[in-house]
């Protein structure tokens, strides 16, 4: 404290970083941070600070950091070259090899023996499928004596490339020999005798493996996966049992434990872990949250509701970040549902504690675009957008919100900068062209369209809306060949054979959208949308009879249809067959409650017998 208080600059930088590493070292990232941060109000231009806070933001994986720190430190000194190294590992990471090559270049040729620049050369060569080049690399360093475990893990990845899984294995055991505490080496192995369907052996290594590191969850978890994926179900439960069981409690293993039986669809399991975790954590927001969001995911929205409601009585501190959390889950849950007065509620709270809060202005600008609001809705996502420039989903719906304005140009421009953060999207591309093909810029929608296949050739959605676009502009015969191009590319998707169908009917071709029709229901017997449109074909041709045996059928088929029920009554009213039209529409009310249509066609068909109040 003394040297702090009394020593220069340069002695108490050194001092408060000297605490940083040692922070550091002793696995306390936040005081570590704290240090460094205190080291670089000192002296702004301390690239060893900006290092040692970049390597604790690529440890815990957030990259958009860790990128900023290690470019500051090159930028004040351009011969920092593990920094360079770093952002080399960033550019690997985020597929960037062209721009990792250009770091690993840079530090190989100011030492050309640099161990960390040949592994990083090795990962690149091995991303290009040089595996042989990787492997003599990775060999030198061994001989030089290097023996860490990434070394035997790209070893391994080599022989694997190659398709040759003994040799992998042996590269991996040596490792482990070398490395007798390595887990990672030990997982690789492990997950190789399983591809190898020798489960027993895989088994055996990842219990060594929870063994070695008990405090691990994720241990634990991938030997029940593995148990469970080879029918080995009680086992499983078993060791999700053993990690529930360790001490002291901990409410993230019940949170991995429920969403492991969440993966797998065991709901009722899940539900049961996350009910045993709030006995031992009561007051935990996470658990009654993901407990929310299971109720939510299986159709119990009034209990997901009650059950992250009760979290909000858990702290009278408004701005507690399990509150805002709960406040905004409640906020989507309404939103959902279409009650968007109490959806609104929860979200203007949440900004009132927390005014930058991304996720509730986001949701309120949905609330404001449902309610045609769109001014409002334009300032909600402009406030998202400048507090997140790279939320693209808050592009396209101010995107929605200027298109409600009728600003079709502001509504482009705000597309295009959204393609500007993500050129890979083929939703943004896909809102592109239609808002083009509204304004009749179909060259312009086009060309949206084609860059998406260009990269997805046999992307279903984008050749239908492309053979939309083709019959918008009256060239049918380029949009017959787009629609059989999509029943060649999914011969078992109702979606070519619907629209050549309707193309069909628009040309007066009845019998051909017919045949087209009757052959996607023959491969597609469980479709409800081709069921209607061959239904509708045989009633324009007063084929009745054809008509209720193909309902019929189809019911039989598929009993929880409530569309072939509704057919059914319809063309037994048309034929006045009253009573079993009535039982037919009950049917579909029981399959499909909130469905207005049946309940439509209900009170008119009593309305037509008189049945006046049964109609009210």
């Known amino acids: 404290l003394l040297i702090c208080a009394c020593g220069g600059p340069e002695e108490r930088k050194k001092w408060y970083f000297e ?7 002793a696995g306390d990232t ?15 231009d301390f690239f060893e600070a900006y290092h040692a806070l970049g390597v604790i933001e690529f440890e815990e994986r957030d990259y958009k950091k860790a990128y900023k720190y290690f470019s500051k430190a090159v930028q004040i000194e351009p011969d920092h070259l593990p920094s360079h190294l770093y952002l080399g590992k960033l550019f690997y990471t985020g597929k960037a090899f062209e721009r990792a090559q250009e770091k690993v270049d840079l530090i190989l040729a100011r030492q050309p023996e640099n161990p960390d620049g040949l592994m990083l050369q090795a990962a690149l060569l091995l991303s290009q499928a040089q595996s042989e080049n990787a492997r003599r690399l990775l060999k030198d360093l061994e001989i030089r004596g290097i023996t860490e475990p990434n070394l035997y893990v790209m070893l391994a990845s080599t022989h694997l490339e190659e398709g040759n899984d003994r040799q992998a294995q042996r590269a991996l055991e040596k490792g482990i020999a070398l490395n007798p505490e390595s887990t990672r080496l030990r997982t690789l192995l492990a997950k190789t005798h399983a591809e190898n369907n020798e489960v027993d052996a895989a088994v055996s290594i990842l219990k060594e493996v929870v063994r070695l590191d008990p405090e691990n969850a994720a241990h634990y978890l991938s030997l029940a996966d593995l148990l469970w994926k080879a029918d080995r179900r009680r086992e499983a439960r078993a060791q999700l049992e053993a990690l529930l069981r360790r001490k002291p409690v901990q409410e993230d293993h019940f949170i991995f434990t429920a969403q492991f039986f969440i993966a797998k669809k065991q709901y009722d399991a899940a539900e049961q872990t996350l009910q045993a975790g709030i ?17 939510l995911n299986t159709d119990r929205s009034g209990k997901a509701i009650a059950t992250i409601s009760k979290s909000l009585k858990f702290t009278d501190a408004p701005a507690h970040p399990g509150i805002i959390k709960a406040k905004l889950a409640l906020a989507r849950i309404h939103l959902m549902q279409g009650n968007l007065r109490q959806a609104e509620k929860f979200a203007d709270e949440v900004i009132g504690e927390v005014p930058g809060s991304v996720n509730a202005h986001y949701i309120r600008g949905k609330i404001y675009l449902l309610k045609g609001e769109e001014l409002n809705a334009v300032s909600e ?22 298109l409600l304005n009728r600003e079709i140009e502001l509504a482009i421009y705000i597309l295009r900068r959204a393609a500007a953060i ?10 592109l062209a239609r808002v083009y093909a509204a304004k009749k810029d179909y060259e312009s929608a ?4 084609q860059k998406i296949l260009e990269r997805d050739p046999e992307n279903l959605l984008v050749r239908a809306e492309r053979g939309d676009l083709f019959v918008t502009e009256n060239r049918f015969g380029e949009a017959e060949s787009e629609y059989r191009r999509l029943i060649q590319i999914s011969p078992d998707n109702p979606m070519g054979y619907i629209r050549l169908g309707r193309l069909y009917l628009m040309q007066k071709a009845e019998k051909r959208a017919r045949a087209v029709f009757e052959e996607g229901y023959r491969r597609n017997p469980q479709s409800d949308r081709l069921l209607t449109a061959l239904t509708n074909s045989y009633r324009r041709r007063n084929q009745f009879e054809s008509a209720v045996r193909l309902c019929q059928t189809h019911l039989e088929q598929n009993p929880d249809s ?3 029920a509704l057919f059914l009554a319809q063309l037994q009213i048309a034929r006045t067959q009253y009573a079993p039209a009535e039982a037919a529409l009950l049917k579909a009310i029981e399959l499909e409650p909130t469905w207005q249509a049946p309940h439509i066609a209900l009170a008119k068909l009593y309305v037509r017998q008189g049945k006046t109040q049964s109609a009210v």
């Open 19 to 25: 605490r940083g590493e040692a922070h550091y070292q």
């Open 30 to 44: 936040i005081k570590a941070r704290l240090e460094y941060k205190n080291a670089l109000q000192i002296d702004p």
């Open 279 to 295: 006995l031992q954590r009561p007051q935990s927001f996470e658990l009654h949250l993901l407990l929310g969001e299971l109720y």
């Open 381 to 402: 996502f402009r406030t998202v957008i400048n507090e997140n420039p790279d939320f693209t989903e808050a592009y396209l719906h101010l995107s929605d919100a200027h």
């Open 422 to 431: 993500d050129e890979n999207s083929s939703e943004i591309h896909r809102r």
């Open 446 to 449: 086009h060309f949206q369209l």
């Open 562 to 564: 409530a569309a072939a």
